[in-house]
């Protein structure tokens, strides 16, 4: 019988090119039809190309979701129209960072024309559940107590204005509603004072949120590569972690081989930690090394900005 997720497993991530929505089983065929576009793209990527075999990987994403061990999305485009904000700035690729796997359901109908198609999926995963007694420097530069019990909204705003300059700022607000802007993400922060550290794999309480995460397990259609949604999804995320979980840490990693996908988590801002030498078992059967990358709370608000002047460059 299935369980119930974690309420903070379950949110939408809505930006001016693509919305995050929750996997579900109904996604199943949306993801198939955007994996099996070209499948030469996917060389360093396990990307499932049949109905069972995607059903399988949805599957599994969802048990681990209703775990609280990961968060996974399917990424939809969004259509373009008069106003749409977040468009520009042209991406190589998504960023591979294959680990665990995981999912469940809500939110969003299967694949459909109005709604947008499809692209691709992502996910949080490998989350720690701990605070540290006392922050480290920068690790809440707004200047927010992170466990305040209250809900906070953190938005992205971009426009273009007649005169053809862009205007962008950044907003995190604590209130009782949740209100939609062009690009939000929310989250119930629990009350009370740190979270005391837990085992690795021990599951983490409803109201507790992570304090680190990693961003894997990207796959994009070949249609959407080299267009804005690897980027705009990634400030999403980075956004969601950093300012509705405020997250110490967000992880990404990559198969050691994937310049192309080295080289995009490289523009994200992300710094290079290292190689791990024979990391995990590759999609071609090889012992994969895995290259490394993070960003911390205290390099946040310049990933940010960074991120939101690629969106809005002309």
């Not at 977040?86 to 694949?111: H, I, K, Y």
């Not at 809440?140 to 700022?169: I, K, L, M, V, Y």
């Amino acid at each position: 019988m299935p369980g119930t997720p974690p309420d903070w497993t379950m949110p939408t991530l809505a930006g001016g090119s693509v919305r995050l929505e929750p996997m579900h089983a109904g996604h199943v065929d949306g993801l198939v039809r955007a994996a099996t576009e070209n499948r030469r793209t996917y060389g360093f990527t396990d990307v499932p190309a049949t109905p069972e075999a995607m059903a399988r990987y949805v599957a599994t994403a969802i048990a681990e979701r209703e775990r609280g061990l990961a968060v996974p999305f399917v990424l939809r485009e969004r259509p373009a129209g008069p106003g749409t904000a977040g468009t520009g700035g042209a991406d190589s690729g998504s960023a591979d960072s294959g680990s665990a796997d995981s999912g469940s359901a809500d939110s969003g109908s299967a694949d459909s024309g109005s709604a947008g198609r499809i692209v691709g999926a992502t996910r949080f995963l490998d989350l720690g559940f701990w605070r540290p007694a006392t922050n480290p420097a920068g690790a809440n530069p707004a200047g927010a107590d992170p466990t305040d019990g209250a809900e906070r909204t953190t938005s992205f705003h971009w426009a273009t204005t007649s005169d053809g300059t862009t205007a962008a700022h950044t907003s995190i607000t604590t209130t009782t509603t949740t209100t939609t802007t062009t690009t939000t993400v929310t989250s119930t922060t629990p009350a009370g004072g740190a979270a005391a550290a837990r085992p690795a794999g021990a599951p983490p309480s409803s109201d507790e949120l992570p304090s680190v995460a990693e961003i894997g397990w990207t796959w994009l259609a070949a249609s959407a590569q080299r267009t804005a949604v690897n980027t705009e999804a990634k400030l999403l995320l980075l956004g969601h972690a950093f300012d509705a979980w405020a997250a110490l840490r967000v992880c990404l990693k990559t198969d050691a081989r994937n310049a192309r996908s080295r080289a995009a988590i490289e523009r994200l801002g992300a710094r290079f930690e290292g190689i791990r030498r024979a990391h995990v078992l590759a999609s071609d059967g090889t012992a994969r090394d895995s290259a490394y990358y993070s960003i911390v709370r205290a390099e946040w608000p310049v990933v940010r900005a960074a991120l939101i002047a690629r969106l809005t460059r002309p």
